[in-house]
Each structure stands twice: as C-alpha cells, then as structure tokens.
C-alpha cells in the first residue's frame, strides 16, 4: 500500500515531467515564428523570400529537456526503487524479529512442557515405587503369614500322627532302626571306599596335569644366564576352561632373580593355552605352578 508521502512525490515528479514538455513545446514554437514587424507588401516583381531557420539550437534545447526529463524520471525511479528496497528490508527484518521471538516463545512453551511432563513423570516414578514397595511388603507379610501356618498345620499333624502310632510302631521303628543303621554303615563302607579310588585316580590324573603343565611351560623357557640349577619358584595362574592363560605371577617362594622370575613368567605367558583335553575332571581356574629347574 502507497503513504501519502510517496504519493506526494510521485505527482510532484508526473507535473515536472509535464512542465517540462510543455515547455519544449513552447521553444520549438517559438523559435519557427517570424518577429520581423509587419509592413506592407511590395511586389518587386517576381522576388522569392526564404526564411531559414535554424533548428540545430531548438533540437539541441530539446535534446537537453528530454534528457533533463529522463534524469529526473530516472532520479525518482532509483528514489523510489531505494525506497521500496528499505521498506521491503524493514519489513523482512520486521519478519525476521518475529519469526525469532515466535521461536523463542516456541522453545520456552516446548521447555515448559518438557519441564512438566519431568515433573509428573517422577511424581508418577515415585509413586509407583511407593505401590510397588508397599505391594512387596503385603506380599512379604502374606507369605509370612502363609509360612507360619503351613508350619504350624504340619506340626499338629505330625504331633497327631506321632500321638497315634507311637505305641503300634514302637517295635517297627526299633527294627527300622536297625536296618537303617546296617544299609547306613554299608553305604559309608562303599562310599567311602569309591572316594578312595576315586581320590587315587585325580590324584594320579592331577599328577599328570601339573607335570604336563611343567613340561610346556618348561619347553617354552627361554632360560637367562643368570638361572641356576636348583631352581625353585611357585607361580599362581589364573586360567579359564579351555586352558587359555589370563594371567601368570611369581606368587610364592622364588630363589632365583628378577631375570630369571621375569623369564619364568614370559615362558607361561608364550605358552598361551594350558593342556586341557583329557585333564576337565582337575581342571581348576586358579592353580598354584611349582617350577623346577635342576640343570640340563
């Protein structure tokens, strides 16, 4: 929409325009006229009179008008271009400002919002631990409940039974007694001796794991110069099933030096993977290693 003011000066500069051609047109007219002064006319015979006008002054003036006109004309459309050009940029800043405080309104409603459904989502947490603490505590105490009747039904009915048949199975249950203690001390006999064999055979079989377990470690030392025979050191390995080495550490008694621990524990590590196949039955996670070393 047009202010009066840019109203105003777009009929200012259409009158100047038209002042402007009016005047043009003035010169032009003026300058094809005759002022000569009027006086009568002779007849000299036949004598032609011509008037030459010079038109290169009247065009030139014309030329300067029309020019005038198209700088002015040219003047007021930038005038108006820049001011069109400063009313749209005041207006897109105008849309920018609001554009940025409806966001910033956005961002506070939407932080507002966040903020409650915060609030009521640990206001609903907590109640609902609050329930779920109550509910357990009910159900606690109703198991509780239930415990302590089941113990006391089955004690009357054991104190019944009892009361009922202690007289009839006095002799059934001396016998019973009896019997039990003859089949208990021949189960502890056959128990006792399975665990014998059973003891003899992880025995021999640990026997064999540990000296298979020297024997790789043993091959996978790189003996220093410093290692003496008479070679003693206790390690603790930690392993899992499988045999695969986790970790290796002088963990006892060592005589030798810090060369030598450090070699012995190198071997474990190069070593990787313990024997495992045939030995699941002693396999244990953590074993205390004795090392040996006599001489070659």
Known sequence: ???WREFGAQFRAFGLAIGIHVLMAALVVLGTMNWQPFREPQILGLTIEAVIVDTSQIKKQREEARKAVER??????????????????QEQERERELKAEQRRQEQLEAQKKREAQD??????????RKLEAERLKQQQELE???KQREAADKQRKLEAERLKQIEARKETERLEEVRMQEEAARLRQVDAEQREFRAGQVAALSDKYHAAIRSVVT??????PTAQPGLRC???IIQIPGGEVISAAIAGKCNGDEATRRSIVAAVERVGI???????????????FYFIYDGD
């Not at 091959?219 to 220093?224: A, E, G, H, V, Y």
């Not at 495992?276 to 074993?287: A, K, M, P, S, W």
Request: hydrophobic content about 30%; cysteine-free.
């Open 1 to 3: 929409m047009f202010s």
């Open 144 to 146: 509780d409940i239930r």
């Open 219 to 224: 091959q996978n030392w790189l003996r220093p």
């Open 274 to 288: 313990l024997p495992y196949r045939g030995f699941e039955d002693v396999f244990q996670r953590d074993i205390d």
């Open 72 to 89: 002015e004309e040219l003047r007021q459309k930038r005038a108006d271009q820049l001011k069109q050009q400063q009313k749209r940029e």
């Open 119 to 128: 609030r009521l989502q640990k206001l609903r947490m907590e109640r609902e």
């Open 234 to 236: 206790t390690l603790k």
